[in-house]
């Protein structure tokens, strides 16, 4: 859910603000490619295609993918992934995935508590293990690179940056924060490690 919503005739200035702060090379490139993504989310037979590119990514990585019609209570109960939802989601468990450590892989929700789709929210609480900070470091980089899966798959991308509030706080900390988070990715790999599973998930589902 959008904070603070912004009106679609102040979208590209407010954009503009936020491209001007970011003051490594890298990390406004990543923008940028996010940014000439659509800011609607998908729907019908696109959002289905969207869908299913995700889940080829997500076997490409290796993790597991419930049969249609599983309906778990959780999109990550410990031992595969809800694939009955939309690719953005898919693609922020993806995320979460590969950023969890092995231990954490085999937790309800990789032990970060319930997410906004999980419905077993109780049992989801019951297995959390991250302390509350490391959960918001820990959500800020699945979001965000689950946001440039995205981008690169040619997906809605702007529609999740907007969605999940990388604008929020635009005068003070928010491209500084997107800057810090795009560095940690960077230093661990992800953002150059990325392409080519963009590609074969790409290549794959179409």
């Given amino acids: 859910m959008i904070l603070t919503p912004i009106p679609l005739d102040q979208l590209g200035a407010t ?11 890298a990390a406004r490139a ?14 019908g037979d696109v959002a289905e295609q969207h869908r299913q590119q995700a889940i080829a990514l997500a076997r490409h990585l ?33 995320a979460h ?7 954490r892989r085999e937790l309800i929700d990789f032990g970060l508590g319930p997410g906004p789709d999980t419905r077993a929210r109780i049992a989801a609480e019951r297995a959390a293990v991250v302390p509350l900070l490391e959960r918001e470091a820990d959500e800020a980089e699945a979001s965000l690179l689950g946001i440039l899966w ?7 991308a702007l529609a999740s940056f907007l969605d999940q509030n990388w604008l929020e706080g635009l005068e003070r900390s928010a491209a500084k924060h997107f800057g ?9 790999g992800f953002t150059e490690a990325a392409l080519p599973f963009e590609q074969a998930s790409r290549s794959t589902a179409l």
């Avoid at 954009?15 to 090379?25: I, K, Y």
């Avoid at 995935?97 to 231990?103: D, Q």
Wanted: hydrophobic share 40%; glycine share 8%; no cysteine.
């Fill in 97 to 103: 995935f590969v950023l969890a450590p092995p231990e």
């Fill in 180 to 188: 810090d988070v795009f560095g940690r990715l960077r230093r661990r």
């Fill in 30 to 43: 990543a923008f940028a490619r996010i940014r000439a993504m659509a800011p609607e989310r998908a729907s």
């Fill in 150 to 156: 995205e981008a690169a798959l040619g997906h809605p």
């Fill in 62 to 94: 290796g993790v597991p993918v419930h049969h249609p019609g599983t309906h778990p209570p959780f999109n990550w109960d410990g031992t595969a992934l809800d694939g009955d939802t939309e690719a953005y989601v898919i693609l922020h468990e993806v």
């Fill in 15 to 25: 954009l503009d603000r936020f491209a001007a702060q970011l003051d490594d090379p």
